[in-house]
């Protein structure tokens, strides 16, 4: 059976760096509103935290988007699991089991091809974000590592 795996503390870094601590609900490119480090479940305008919520919220979100990856097989490195990760505390795991990069994963495809899928992710409101390119880049250089 499968060893279960956990963030790593590169991964918990980097999603800090992208995501940025917010002590006060504001909401996000897609409209939703969010707290802490990308927080979205239950928030509310106006709902404040302190910084210690902040990183319980992250440890519990972290937990949540890993579940999934821990039952693919084809997740058998950290770097493979922190990028899978990553984009589903990003994207949400709904969005992920519909992809064509989670297909990809399933059906062992070559990296370059998964690679160029995470970098495919990079839309919000319409738009391409930058700092959804950096993130998306991050995640196909991790997923090799």
């Known amino acids: 059976m499968k060893r279960e795996m956990k963030a790593s503390n590169q991964l918990i870094e980097k999603i800090k760096e992208f995501e940025g601590l917010r ?63 990553d984009f589903i505390f990003n994207v949400g795991v709904g969005d992920f089991k519909r992809s064509t990069l989670c297909k990809y994963i399933l059906r062992h495809a070559p990296d370059k091809l998964i690679q ?21 880049e991050w995640e196909a250089q991790r997923w090799t590592e």
Do not use: C
């Open 23 to 85: 002590l006060r609900a504001y909401l996000d490119s897609g409209g939703k509103p969010t707290i802490g480090y990308g927080h979205t479940l239950g928030v509310k305008m106006g709902q404040r935290i302190t910084e210690r919520q902040a990183e319980e919220m992250l440890e519990q979100d972290l937990w949540v988007a890993g579940r999934f990856p821990n039952t693919m097989k084809e997740i058998d490195t950290q770097g493979r699991y922190d990028a899978v990760v």
């Open 116 to 136: 160029a899928e995470f970098r495919r992710w990079v839309h919000a409101g319409g738009k391409v974000l930058q700092g959804l390119v950096k993130r998306r």
